[in-house]
């Protein structure tokens, strides 16, 4: 069990990060789409682009708790 936490914790400290690249680029990508073409809509999103930013948010938040362990891990004397 303690092999499987520690496997985890790295995975989610080099995963989350490229997870939230990819929704913030998502994110910024049709942002600048909405700005700038009259006939884009909200509804013309694929299912690929709402998981991108779901899973960005979604990675952002363990990254957090991820932060939060690395301080008493490694931090905390």
Do not use: D, H, N
Not at 15 to 31: D, M, N
Request: charge should be positive; hydrophobic fraction near 55%; include cysteine.
């Amino acid at each position: 069990m303690k092999s499987i936490r520690r496997i985890w914790f790295w995975f989610t400290l080099v995963v989350c990060p490229l997870l939230i690249i990819l929704g913030v680029a998502t994110f910024a990508q049709l942002l600048g789409q909405y700005m700038y073409s009259e006939q884009f809509s909200f509804s013309s999103l694929s299912s690929f682009q709402i998981a991108f930013i779901g899973g960005g948010v979604c990675a952002f938040s363990v990254f957090l708790s991820t932060l939060k362990e690395v301080k008493i891990r490694f931090f905390a004397k």
